[in-house]
T-cell receptor
Framework: DAGVTQSPTHLIKTRGQQVTLRCSPK?????VSWYQQALGQGPQFIFQ???????QRGNFPDRFSGHQFPNYSSELNVNALLLGDSALYLC????????????FGPGTRLTVL | EDQVTQSPEALRLQEGESSSLNCSYT??????LFWYRQDPGKGPEFLFT???AGEEKEKERLKATLTKKESFLHITAPKPEDSATYLC???????????FGAGTRLFVKA
């Protein structure tokens, strides 16, 4: 049983560019949440998707947007990249069969130059 | 405001030296208290979910406990492979957001 998968593993972009990160949830899960983790900090909640809709959002600007597909996979898009967007981006899945627990993927390391 | 605070920031133990990590949380209503282990450069690995004060859960050398304001992760006779960052997080019944603490970095020396 595959766990949560994310792609790509690493990504290097320059300021002002746009990036798309991808996530496939654990089998049987229907909810996907995205987090940003800066070095030495805990993960910060960006938003959560359920039934292809964003159902809650954290304190992140509109440059951060997302999408959930009918197969429950999800994308995180970040526009107009800033140096401060450099971080580990984590996807977590949960929902059906998982109760309130979320299971994390390995993350995508984004570096903005 | 919802908040999770972990202490200490870092903890250095000798192999076999038991200790506890602290997590203080403030949420309007607790949907769940979660503990994760994170190795450098990797995603957090789920350890425990606790729901109500007095609840305890164990896994190998780890035991998590919960009160109305705090949670503790007790590590009994740790081994070097227990070295990692331990993250605590709280979910609020008012929504779907999960708030994480900054973590405790644990170093266990052989």
């Amino acid at each position: 049983d595959a766990g949560v998968t994310q792609s790509p593993t690493h990504l290097i972009k320059t300021r002002g560019q746009q990036v798309t990160l991808r996530c496939s949830p654990k089998s049987g899960h229907d909810t996907v949440s995205w987090y940003q983790q800066a070095l030495g900090q805990g993960p910060q909640f960006i938003f959560q998707y359920y039934e292809e809709e964003e159902r809650q959002r954290g304190n992140f600007p509109d440059r951060f947007s997302g999408h959930q597909f009918p197969n429950y996979s999800s994308e995180l898009n970040v526009n107009a990249l800033l140096l401060g967007d450099s971080a580990l981006y984590l996807c977590a899945s949960g929902g059906a069969g998982a109760g309130d627990t979320q299971y994390f993927g390995p993350g995508t390391r984004l570096t903005v130059l | 405001e919802d908040q999770v605070t972990q202490s200490p920031e870092a903890l250095r133990l000798q192999e076999g030296e038991s200790s506890s990590l602290n997590c203080s949380y403030t949420v309007s209503g607790l949907r769940g208290l979660f503990w994760y282990r994170q190795d450098p450069g990797k995603g957090p690995e789920f350890l425990f979910t606790l729901y109500s004060a007095g609840e305890e859960k164990e896994k190998e050398r780890l035991k998590a406990t919960l009160t109305k304001k705090e949670s503790f992760l007790h590590i009994t006779a740790p081994k070097p492979e227990d070295s990692a960052t331990y993250l605590c997080a709280a979910g609020d019944t008012g929504g779907f957001k999960t708030i994480f603490g900054a973590g405790t970095r644990l170093f266990v020396k052989a």
